[in-house]
């Protein structure tokens, strides 16, 4: 997809008639607090947890792919839910078929991390963000992706993002709550 292109299809969360399955709010307030722009999510809890639960089957044990590695990569952008977009592995189109997502912008042409972090630096240039500060997962982004990163995003400033994310996840919502309090109960039982 063209950087162009994607202007066309940004802030249409409301057209699709969804919302994202997490606080928004909250994880605009965390990064507010930690100074962040934007923030691009590689670790498969964290991605799994702002896809509202989606985790890939195919790669559930392995990550390799040849001579590189499945890496899924949310972007998110401070406000701006309708910006929002997941960079996925060629083989996830058919869950993006199914419209699995929440995301406006799914983009499932990556093989490798390269791939991938390459068209969210795209997209984060796209959205007008490529100059801004971009939180990390520092201990779950793989170093040619990093170096990708800082390649495509000169003038932005890379940080780590760990700490508001953990805290994004330890404050649980009440459905969330309610999931723990029946697997509490379920083990309790057994």
Known sequence: ???DDMTTILDDVA???RAAPFD????DGLMDDAGLDVVVLTSKHNVQYLLGGYQFFFFHYMDAIGVSRYLP?????????????????ALEIYEKQLDKFWLPTV??????????????ARHIRAIGAGKGRIGVEMSFLAADAHAVLMEELPAATIV???LPLERLRARKSEAELELLRQASERVVDA
């Open 1 to 3: 997809m063209k950087e």
């Open 15 to 17: 057209a699709r008639g």
């Open 24 to 27: 928004t709010g909250l994880l």
């Open 73 to 89: 990569a949310v972007v998110y952008q401070k406000g701006r839910p309708g910006n929002a977009a997941y960079f996925a592995n």
């Open 107 to 120: 983009d499932t042409s990556s093989w490798g991390s390269r791939d991938a972090i390459t068209a969210a």
């Open 160 to 162: 780590d993002a760990h």
